[in-house]
């Protein structure tokens, strides 16, 4: 649900001083400096936004805010720029009426900012898109443009616009930006040749020193030091926090955005950098014959360079700094410049090249943000002109400047009654009449036609003979002497013959803001604002296409005789063109008021702020908007704000919303006099009114609240009771529950351990008797058992006595029957009985022998030395032959299965067997290695295919050695190859042979019975000198 706000809640002070009770000034002033030293910087008036400098960055322009105040209602919220920027932007999308927005102020008050605020909200809250984004950059990046080059540091401000901007905003049906226009007005141009103490120049020269590459200063013929030139001030040459240089990059990069070209910008930089050389300009006396001085450039270095830059011939602009053209009737007449004459031609030269550069820019610009569709446009526009301005020494510039400020001070007065008028109207009440000052009749002193200030200066400028300040004064004094706001001290008007504060060459001018002194020098020659034929035409002349278009009046083709209009002229006519504007257009106000001088946060200075109070008109302003009624409401939201006061009205009304606040106000007792009912809103006459319904609200809502809390606390503690009541069967429920469960497994563990009892007890019962019953079984099978097994063996030992003495028998009977058959055959067979049994007994006996050596022979391995064991002692012989023959057999059954290489391979085996056996310990363990000979595989290895190819013979071996010298007893690895007739030993790296030794030239060779790798080769006494040579593996 969408919580409705208002404005009156929290509010710090009053957010709308049109509700300030009681209205004073000092109690307008107690309420500003409260919501400043709160951070609200905003108030309204009504609709009017004052706005204080804060001169800090708050945060309170963060995306979240624009999105607070998006689609909201004027005064549901807390007053902000933003709800202005949001109302007017709402009104023009969805109403489809022209906006503009007036922000007033004096200089450094925030006015430039205010106008960014409302651009940027704007451009937050419209609509998006490629096309739609690209228009808004390049709104908002005219910004820094035009400041770069219209804005200056000033004692009151470090970026105090120097000009006056209105720029419109131009939208489609949608309330998509299209484009805009910008106009401009009146740019300060005498601070391009002369600043005041402490301030600066128009900031574009100093971020074009600082930020400008070298080669770019060089190209435009400049060097980086600002003390070289004469038109910039050193003061304040650096201001701190702002960083020139970055904000040439700024300027550039918007210039690149709003779509100007490399060259336009080249040649915008090369006309600044021609006004920081005009101003080094010197000139000096030159007598000449007719006694006149003539000026003459002093040092030509800088007007060279100047007239390279811009491509003008340097004797025409020359000849200009020294010469006057002037023509009358059809007469050229020429005449010299003095010193004095030159110096005011090259001001005037450079001020009149810079402010044309200006309206340039502008023009440019607008060429690049104009809306490209001719469609209808909606548009919004923002004003941010120059304050109303008060200096001890006012000017032309100032005069010039209050007059807007006037001019825009009755627009506001007529627009704010009008809208005040059209809306009592449009709500059907009735008019009453409304007491305020007009400042008509000063702005009439100022602009009228036949005798107001601006045409007489205008007179007085195009009148023949000689014309001064003085003589401008003396006019005025004569026709404005009865005006109640013009003062001067040669007034006929005696009241001021005495006034000293009002010097003789002053004018005074009681403008609505207060007393302004003006004095009248320079006034004739700034609202001429003459510069010499010859200047423009040199100009012209100039070979750079922005200078031509700049001086069109240069061009000798269209020489005009005519006198240009004066400055106070056009100001004036384009002053009239921007009100009739912007009265087509339904106005909203941000008025800025700037809280100290010292630029600083936090700071209140109450005479200051009390002073543009007053020259703002800020008491008028809502003395005009609490004239009729103070405060209006439409009847929805009043209703929803205060229906809880009445019974019938709360907590819902059902009819329409007007009936229900005539019910609330008839129920409240209000009295008739105080309120108005319109056709929408009901509108209340004074603030005490709202005041005491808000009091009454206030007090309603401390009940409610008193009462939705009573009622809250009751529920809750309802609730909680209930909860604990719940909570407290169900606890009850889960705990029987839990009980019954126990108690029933109690039970039934019980019954189980009874159960398991009874069962244990039959079982062991029925157990026991059966263990009896099979005792008793068991018993009767054993004597069974005992009584068959003594029946058995007594049977048994029955049959074995019989057949034992059957047995005795069959022996008895055998022997006798042997006996009778040996006493019988004893004489036939005596002699070869004997010989033949034991030959049968011995042949039986080989039999079993031969056949138990069979199944019991050892393995075929020739290395097994089991052998079954003998037998009969009488077989010895037979048996160790057998072993033999057999270990024999076994060894020629495993020798034929040996190849030829095998065989080769243990013949050589044996032959090292031979030689090493039990004589060299390394022996053994080279057993199972196999001999290969050519360990290098030299003719394989390509290492050592030359080696191998010088040898011609079968190398049989082949393996690294080290040689070791006999002196020093180092090695050395040498390559040892081994043929059947000589030793050769090669180099191992190279492979080349070092010796080559004939074998027959060996005596021996040696090696010693360890487990080393050593031999020695000896040789015969022919190589003496090789006698022995060491080697090892
Ligand atoms: N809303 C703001 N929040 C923070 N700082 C602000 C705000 N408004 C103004 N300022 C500060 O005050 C300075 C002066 O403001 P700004 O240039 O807008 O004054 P101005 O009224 O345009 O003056 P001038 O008439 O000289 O151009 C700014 O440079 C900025 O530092
Ligand atoms: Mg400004």
């Keep these: 649900m969408e919580v409705k706000t208002s404005l009156l809640d929290n509010m710090i002070g009053v957010g709308d001083m049109v509700l300030l009770e009681p209205l004073s000034e000092d109690s307008f002033l107690e309420n500003l400096k409260k919501r400043f030293d709160h951070n609200e910087i905003y108030t309204y008036i009504g609709s009017v936004v004052i706005s204080l400098n804060p001169y800090r960055s708050l945060p309170i322009y963060t995306p979240d805010k624009v999105e607070e105040y998006r689609n909201r209602n004027f005064y549901e919220l807390s007053p902000h720029i933003y709800a202005l920027a949001d109302e007017a932007y709402r009104s023009l999308r969805d109403q489809d009426k022209d906006q503009c927005i007036l922000i007033t102020g004096e200089s450094g008050a925030g006015k430039t900012e205010a106008s960014k605020l409302v651009m940027s909200y704007v451009a937050a809250v419209c609509g998006k898109g490629q096309e739609v984004n690209k228009v ?113 990059r700024t300027v550039r990069n918007a210039m690149q955005i709003v779509g100007f070209m490399e060259d336009e910008m080249q040649s915008v930089l090369e006309l600044v950098a021609a006004v920081l050389k005009l101003g080094n300009l010197d000139f000096k006396p030159e007598s000449r014959c007719n006694g006149m001085d003539e000026s003459r450039v002093k040092d030509k270095n800088d007007l060279k360079e100047m007239c390279e830059l811009l491509g003008i011939e340097q004797s025409v602009l020359e000849r200009a700094f020294s010469y006057r053209t002037v023509e009358a009737k059809m007469e050229k007449v020429s005449t010299t410049l003095n010193v004095a004459q030159a110096y005011y031609a090259r001001d005037a030269l450079a001020k009149n090249l810079y402010s044309r550069l200006f309206s340039w820019l502008v023009t440019r610009i607008n060429e690049s943000i104009r809306a490209q569709a001719k469609t209808r446009h909606k548009v919004m526009g923002v004003l941010d002109i120059y304050g109303f301005e008060i200096f001890e020494d006012n000017s032309f510039e100032q005069f010039i400047i209050n007059y807007c400020n006037e001019k825009l001070q009755q627009i506001f007065i007529e627009l704010t009654l009008r809208e005040e008028q059209e809306e009592y109207v449009r709500e059907g009440i009735e008019w009453t009449n409304i007491e305020y000052f007009n400042n008509a009749v000063i702005c009439d002193l100022i602009e009228n036609n036949q005798n107001g200030i601006l045409a007489m200066l205008d007179e007085e400028c195009l009148r023949p003979g000689t014309v001064t300040d003085e003589t401008f004064l003396d006019k005025l004094n004569t026709i404005c002497a009865e005006h109640q706001h013009f003062e001067s001290r040669l007034n006929k008007n005696s009241k001021f013959l005495n006034d000293h504060s009002l010097p003789h060459n002053c004018f005074r001018i009681q403008h609505y803001a207060g007393k302004v002194l003006y004095r009248v020098e320079g006034f004739v020659d700034k609202n001429n604002d003459l510069l010499y034929r010859d200047l423009s035409q040199a100009m012209y002349k100039a070979n750079h296409s922005l200078i031509k278009q700049l001086f069109p009046e240069g061009n000798p083709a269209k020489v005009n005789l005519k006198r240009p209009p004066t400055a106070g002229f056009q100001f ?302 009488f077989l010895e012989g037979v048996h160790a032959e057998l072993r033999r023959i057999f270990h024999l057999w076994r060894c020629k059954k495993y020798r034929s299965q040996f190849t030829e290489e095998k065989k080769a391979v243990y013949e050589e085996k044996l032959e090292a067997s031979e030689l090493f056996k039990d004589k060299k310990a390394l022996y053994p363990s080279s057993v199972s290695q196999t001999f290969k000979g050519d360990y290098l595989e030299m003719v394989k290895n390509p290492k050592y295919q030359k080696l191998s190819s010088a040898i011609d013979e079968k190398i049989l071996l082949a393996d690294v050695v080290n040689k070791i010298n006999r002196a020093n007893g180092k090695s050395s690895p040498r390559l040892f190859l081994l043929t ?32 080393d790798g050593f031999f020695a080769l000896k040789l015969k006494e022919v190589r003496r000198k090789w006698f022995e040579v060491y080697l090892f593996f």
């Design 980 to 1011: 059947k007739k000589s030793v050769i030993l090669a180099d191992q790296k190279t492979g080349q042979v070092k010796t080559s030794l004939p074998l027959p030239d060996l005596s021996s060779v040696s090696t010693s019975t360890q487990s």
């Design 136 to 248: 808004k950059e390049q709104l908002l990046q005219s910004n820094p443009v035009l400041e770069a080059f219209g804005n200056a540091k000033t004692v009151r401000n470090d970026n105090s616009s120097r000009f006056g901007k209105y720029m419109d905003i131009e939208f489609d049906f949608k309330g998509d930006p299209l484009g805009g226009v910008i106009s401009n007005y009146l740019l300060e141009k005498s601070r391009v040749v002369k600043q005041p103490r402490g301030e600066r120049n128009f900031h574009i020269f100093y971020q074009l020193l600082s930020g400008a590459s070298d080669d770019m200063l060089k190209k435009l013929k400049l060097e980086r030091d600002f003390s070289k030139y004469n038109y910039l001030s050193l003061d304040s040459a650096t201001v701190s926090g702002l960083d020139d240089a970055a904000n040439f």
């Design 572 to 873: 004036r006519a384009s002053v009239g063109t921007l009100m009739g504007n912007l009265q087509t257009k339904n106005p909203n106000y941000i008025r800025c008021i700037k809280p100290n001088d010292k630029k600083a946060a936090h700071i209140f200075t109450d005479s200051l702020v009390r002073h543009q109070v007053r020259y703002l008109g800020l008491m008028e302003n809502v003395r005009v908007r609490r004239a009729g009624y103070a405060f209006r409401q439409a009847y929805e939201p009043c209703l929803e704000r205060y229906k809880m006061l009445c019974k019938n009205t709360w907590p819902h009304w059902k009819g329409p919303a007007r009936q229900g606040v005539e019910v609330l106000m008839t129920d409240l007792q209000v009295p008739a006099e105080e309120f108005a009912y319109g056709r929408s809103k009901i509108f209340i006459r004074n603030p005490r009114t709202l005041f005491f319904l808000e009091e009454k609200r206030k007090q309603c809502l401390e009940d409610l609240a008193t009462l939705i809390q009573k009622i809250y606390r009751g529920w809750k503690c309802r609730s909680h009771f209930l909860l604990l009541k719940k909570s407290e069967i169900v606890v009850a429920a889960w705990y029987r529950r839990y009980a019954q469960q126990k108690k029933y497994q109690k039970i039934k563990h019980s019954t189980t351990v009874v159960q398991s009892y009874t069962r244990g007890w039959q079982a062991r019962k029925l157990l026991r008797e059966l263990k009896y019953q099979k005792k008793c079984e068991e018993a009767v099978t054993t004597i069974a058992a005992f009584w068959h097994g003594t029946q058995a063996r007594r049977e048994l030992r029955r049959l074995k006595e019989e057949a034992r003495r059957k047995h005795a028998v069959a022996v008895i009977w055998a022997y006798w029957q042997g006996l009778k058959v040996r006493r019988e055959y004893r004489k036939f067979f005596r002699a070869n009985a004997g010989r033949k049994i034991y030959n049968f007994t011995i042949q039986r006996i080989m039999q079993k022998y031969f056949l138990g050596l069979k199944s019991n022979l050892p393995s075929m391995s020739p290395i097994d030395k089991s052998w079954p064991a003998r037998p009969y002692s």
